[in-house]
């Protein structure tokens, strides 16, 4: 019996070595196989039919290896079925990520680059439209300007015709010195107001004389004086079309720099457009590359985790796979030991008939 006591000892100490030994058949117990083979000993069973009992509790733990074997490979397919889905998904999002964070900058800086354009863009604009306000303010205070004056010329012309008129009537009798005296007081407020007062002092001089003869003022001067009167007028009315061709030059000016900056504002305008078109876009790109970038950030720790947990159940699957066939690697050793234990027993057991024969003839 010291036999069983020291296989029983093995077999303790194996369970307790071994707590987490998968079984995928049938719950067995070396230590009622030891049973077993103990009675079968002890009632004088062949040999053939104890080894029978190893036999069968050999072929059940080899039968077990097999199907957890077989389980395993399928797990451990399994496993890097999930390890190569799970990398390519992380993969795929780090991809993502970077592409979408690159064109992220992209879009930042073009935004960035843009609204700074549209804020000198807006500059120049804002210097433009004082440029032709100013334009248009001098050209209104010109404008108001060359109405008063050509007036003013007009007027200056309208009374050295009324003279020669008032002149040729003096020369016929039926117009006085006095008439002639008012339209002189016209001309010379004209001659300030035209800025002409040198070329109007001949005429002044000539008034003064024919004032002095009185009645006694004959033909010769009223003609000298109706040429001065002729020569001022032709004086004026040259000055007059100086100035209008002046004033015509000022306008086609005002008309070309008011064309020139509104085709500037036009552009800018324009360009300002644009701009905020592209900033439409680029605050859409913004957004939509954000969100790109946030889901592959999630879609990569999300992939990460079951990726850490595929890994974390498939080397739980490693240890127990192990821990299962280090256990039956053990029973199959306890087995063989038990075999050739028994094998033994039987030998000596044997070797013992033929004493025990002859002492009973003996006695």
Do not use: W
């Not at 889901?295 to 821990?323: D, V």
């Amino acid at each position: 019996m010291k036999i069983f006591a020291f296989l029983l000892i093995l077999v303790l100490v194996s369970a307790t070595n071994h707590q987490h030994r998968l079984n995928y058949t049938k719950q067995r117990s070396i230590t009622a196989v030891m049973a077993e083979v103990e009675m079968k000993i002890k009632s004088h069973a062949p040999l053939d039919a104890v080894l029978n009992i190893l036999t069968l509790f050999r072929d059940s733990v080899n039968e077990e290896q097999v199907n957890h074997d077989q389980i395993f490979v399928v797990e451990l397919n399994e496993c890097q079925g999930e390890y190569d889905f799970r990398n390519a998904e992380i993969q795929n999002a780090r991809s993502t990520l970077r592409d979408s964070n690159a064109q992220l900058n992209i879009c930042q800086y073009s935004k960035q680059r843009t609204i700074e354009q549209q804020q000198v863009n807006q500059q120049q604009e804002n210097t433009f439209q004082q440029h032709l306000n100013t334009i248009l303010t001098t050209a209104d205070s010109e404008s108001a300007y060359f109405k008063k004056r050509s007036r003013q010329y007009e007027d200056s012309l309208n009374s050295i015709e009324e003279a020669l008129t008032i002149l040729q009537g003096i020369s016929f009798g039926y117009r006085s010195f006095s008439e002639l005296s008012k339209v002189s007081q016209r001309m010379l407020q004209t001659s300030f107001d035209i800025n002409k007062t040198p070329l109007y002092a001949p005429i002044f001089n000539a008034f003064i004389q024919l004032a002095k003869q009185g009645e006694s003022i004959d033909l010769s001067s009223l003609q000298q004086v109706e040429h001065l009167l002729k020569d001022l007028k032709s004086a004026i009315q040259d000055a007059y079309n100086q100035f209008t061709e002046s004033n015509a030059q000022s306008v086609a000016q005002f008309n070309q720099s008011k064309e020139k900056v509104s085709k500037v504002l036009s552009r800018l305008q324009q360009q300002y457009e644009r701009q905020q078109v592209k900033l439409d876009k680029l605050s859409a790109c913004i957004g939509v590359q954000s969100a790109v970038s946030n889901s592959a950030s999630s879609k990569q720790q999300r992939n990460q985790q079951l990726l850490e947990q595929a890994e974390a159940l498939c080397s739980t699957f490693q240890t127990e796979y192990n821990y299962g066939t280090q256990s039956r690697r053990n029973e199959i050793q306890l087995v063989n030991q038990l075999e050739d234990m028994v094998r033994q027993r039987f030998e000596q057991v044997l070797e013992a008939k033929p004493v025990l024969y002859y002492a009973k003839l003996k006695y």
